[in-house]
């Protein structure tokens, strides 16, 4: 069983911070890319930041520039840093992990969410 539980979320004015976290737990054999997602209300899920075991990274065009994702494999974790926030920031943050077994399958896991609301 593998759980994805994140911390973080909260309320804060715009050009504010957060930093989000989240830690994979469970029976866990090699976690391949790690990422954040987020689902603003009336929207669909988007692809905020993602990091591979290796450390390359990749943005969506909104945030880059004001968010940083970061990873620890050692602890397994994933880490979301996000600075300049804007009210349109506002959403539901989700984390996800690529999970790799010892026979070569890869499976996905999400987060329960973790939610941001940013005040004008």
């Known amino acids: 069983q593998v759980q994805l539980v994140e911390s973080g979320g909260g309320l804060v004015q715009a050009g504010g911070s957060l930093r989000l976290s989240c830690v994979a737990t469970g029976s866990i054999f090699i976690i391949d890319a790690m990422a954040w997602y987020r689902q603003a209300p009336g929207k669909q899920r988007e692809l905020v930041a993602r990091?591979?075991?290796?450390?390359?990274?990749n943005y969506a065009t909104s945030v880059k520039g004001r968010f940083t994702i970061s990873r620890d494999n050692a602890k397994n974790t994933v880490d979301l840093q996000m600075n300049s926030l804007k009210p349109e920031d506002t959403a539901v943050y989700y984390c996800?992990?690529?999970?790799?077994?010892?026979?070569?399958?890869?499976?996905?896991?999400w987060g329960q969410g973790t939610r941001v609301t940013v005040s004008s």
């Open positions: 996800y992990a690529d999970l790799l077994t010892a026979r070569g399958s890869k499976y996905g896991y």
């Open positions: 990091i591979t075991n290796v450390g390359s990274t």
